[in-house]
């Protein structure tokens, strides 16, 4: 019984682990959307300016806007996908922490029968 605790506690960690890493990854697809959507408009304000570099090459901005657009919306999918994920390794990390406190709970109570069962047999000797 104490070997499945213990596997069940590595498992809570493990879990936790897995969470982690997809709230992390999470992040970062977010960060690289924002990182481009700014890049899009900067692109697009500077192409709005009368710099001359806009005016010489439209189509190089329009592909570079284009672009960046296109990252973020990639970015912002793989974040949703993410999600999704974060809430399966949630759930899962749910199930095994009150498996891993049921078989606890259940171990300790055979523990404390044990001891009273010890006592109990005991008493008896010691009224001899």
């Known amino acids: 019984m104490a070997s499945r605790r213990e596997r069940l506690k590595k498992l809570v960690v493990v879990q936790e682990q897995l969470k982690a890493l997809h709230e992390t990854r999470h992040a970062g697809f977010v960060a690289q959307a924002i990182a481009a959507e700014s890049e899009a408009q900067s692109l697009a304000e500077s192409f709005d300016s009368t710099d001359g570099m806009p005016q010489l090459f439209p189509e190089l901005y329009h592909r570079r806007i284009s672009a960046a657009i296109n990252r973020q919306q990639l970015n912002l999918g793989l974040a949703r996908f993410e999600v999704g994920k974060i809430a399966t390794a949630t759930a899962r990390t749910n199930m095994v922490e009150r498996a891993y406190r049921d078989v606890r709970r259940r171990d300790e ?20």
């Open 109 to 128: 109570r055979d523990s404390a029968d044990r001891e009273r069962l010890e006592i109990i047999e005991r008493k008896p000797s010691d009224d001899k």
